[in-house]
Structure formats: structure tokens, C-alpha cells
């Protein structure tokens, strides 16, 4: 089965840096595939779209260097069963609150005895080899989100969760989480001492921290602070912020 490239990236130091796709759009997911990521997320959470056109901007990844990665819109047993099938290498699940929670995510995610996969890897043959089904379990990638007030009450215990492979923090929820107003503000408090504070208990508890990030600024100071996956730049945010800043700049010289 082709590698988990992520996994590889993490192990030889990282972080692993992801693009993240908004756009319901294959070309543009082939666009951000192309451009130096590790892996590239497709949002079924926030982003305006559905399934049926997740799929084509996975398969427009799985043709690119970055490999495909998804956000399923909830903990959903058939949603992820189908992001998978369709290649998806690591899932992100949203609004995690409890262990139980994350063990209902990870056995989604794996093959019995193991957990409660159903069996039909359709494309996941295609992108990961012949031998997807003996290796899928250990390759996959499962990524439970932190980002309310029972998640951090809960985090140890998330953490904890056999199978899971990190912790991933959606930095807006968990300002909204802990009493302050998105957009989320990582230098300051109550922000900051939860960053550090989720990379240390996830360190501790022997798996990986990664963090959604949409600035240059943000990112290196989440690389500093020793995540060992951030998604650095999302296609919406990257459109407008250049697009704005070219307008002004010509109407300015
Ligand atoms: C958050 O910041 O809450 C996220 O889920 C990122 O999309
Ligand atoms: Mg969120």
C-alpha cells in the first residue's frame, strides 16, 4: 500500500503542512495539490459542498504530490466509511467532546477486529495499491478536533483513545470555547495557554498535535510551539487576501 506521506513527514522531524480546500472545485484542489503541501483537506464541515463533490477533488489530489485528506461534516459512521472508500489517507473529525466520541470516530475508521469499517474500497484500491485492505488499518490517519468546553475538560481522555493518531485543533471553536470571540487570537490569552497546553497533554499522552491555521504568522508560531501538523493556508482566505492586496496596490501606485 503506498505510504502514509504525512506519517513519514511527521516521523522524519516535520510538522506536515496541509492546504485546505473550501472551494468545491477539482481544479482548485489540483491547484493547491501542486503547490509544495504535504496533504491537502477537503472541508465537508465548512466548506459549501457535499459528498458527491468531495469525491473528484480527492481524485484530483490523488494525482497531485499531497495526499488527499478529509474533514468529514460530523462524527458520522457512514460519511467517513465513504471518504475512505474514496481515498481519503487520514480523516479530521469535528467537535469531538468525549473519549467515547473518539472511539466511535477511530473504529469508523478501522477494519474489524479492529474497529467497525464497513468493507468496499472502491478508489481506495486505485490510490493505495492492491494491498489497501492489509495495511489500511495501520496507514489511515484519524485526526479528532478539540475545539469545545467538553473536549478540554475531556482532553486527556480523547487523547487517550487507542487507535487515535493526534489531536487537531480548530483554533475559532476553541476561542468561542474558552469565552472569546473568533477570529481566533493565538498570541493572546485564554488562547495562547491553551495552545501549549493541548501540545503538551497530547505529547504526553504519546500522540500528535496539529492545528488549523490560515496566516504565515500564526503557522510558524503553531511550528514553534511544536505541532507536528498544521494546515497552513486555506484556498478562500488565500484568494482574497491576495486578490485585496493586488487591487490596492495598483489603485495605490
Ligand atoms: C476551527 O477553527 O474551529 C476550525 O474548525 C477550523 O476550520
Ligand atoms: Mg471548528
Not at 495526499?67 to 479530521?92: H, Q, T, V, W
Not at 479528532?144 to 487523547?159: G, N, R, S
Not at 480548530?170 to 473568533?182: I, K, T
Request: hydrophobic share 45%.
Amino acid at each position: 500500500m503506498r505510504p502514509n506521506q504525512i506519517k513519514q513527514v511527521i516521523a522524519q522531524g516535520g510538522p506536515a503542512l496541509g492546504g485546505w480546500m473550501a472551494f468545491n472545485s477539482p481544479y482548485a484542489a489540483e491547484i493547491m495539490g501542486h503547490s509544495g503541501f504535504d496533504t491537502v483537506v477537503v472541508d465537508l464541515q465548512h466548506g459549501p459542498f457535499y459528498i458527491d463533490a468531495a469525491i473528484p477533488m480527492l481524485q484530483a489530489l490523488s494525482a497531485t504530490p499531497a495526499m488527499p485528506m478529509a474533514r468529514c461534516s460530523a462524527n458520522n459512521f457512514f460519511e467517513i466509511n465513504k471518504l475512505l472508500d474514496a481515498g481519503a489517507y487520514a480523516i479530521i473529525c469535528p467537535m469531538i467532546d468525549s473519549a467515547a466520541d473518539a472511539a466511535a470516530f477511530v473504529s469508523a475508521c478501522r477494519y474489524p477486529p479492529v474497529g467497525t469499517r464497513s468493507y468496499g474500497p472502491t478508489r481506495g484500491f486505485l490510490y493505495g495499491g492492491p494491498d489497501y485492505f492489509e495495511h489500511a488499518n495501520s496507514t489511515i490517519m484519524t485526526w479528532a478536533m478539540v475545539e469545545t468546553p467538553q473536549a478540554m475538560k475531556e482532553l486527556d481522555a480523547i487523547a487517550a483513545t487507542p487507535g487515535l493518531d493526534g489531536i487537531f485543533v480548530g483554533p475559532a471553536d476553541l476561542s468561542l470555547a474558552l469565552g472569546a470571540v473568533p477570529p481566533p487570537k493565538h498570541k493572546a490569552e485564554p488562547l495562547a495557554s491553551a495552545l501549549k497546553h493541548i501540545v503538551e497533554r497530547t505529547h504526553a499522552a504519546g500522540k500528535l498535535a496539529g492545528c488549523f491555521s490560515t496566516t504565515e504568522e500564526m503557522s510558524i508560531d503553531l511550528k514553534r510551539l511544536g505541532f507536528d501538523f498544521i494546515t497552513v493556508a486555506m484556498d478562500a482566505v488565500l484568494l482574497k487576501t491576495s486578490a485585496s492586496e493586488r487591487v490596492a496596490a495598483v489603485r495605490k501606485a
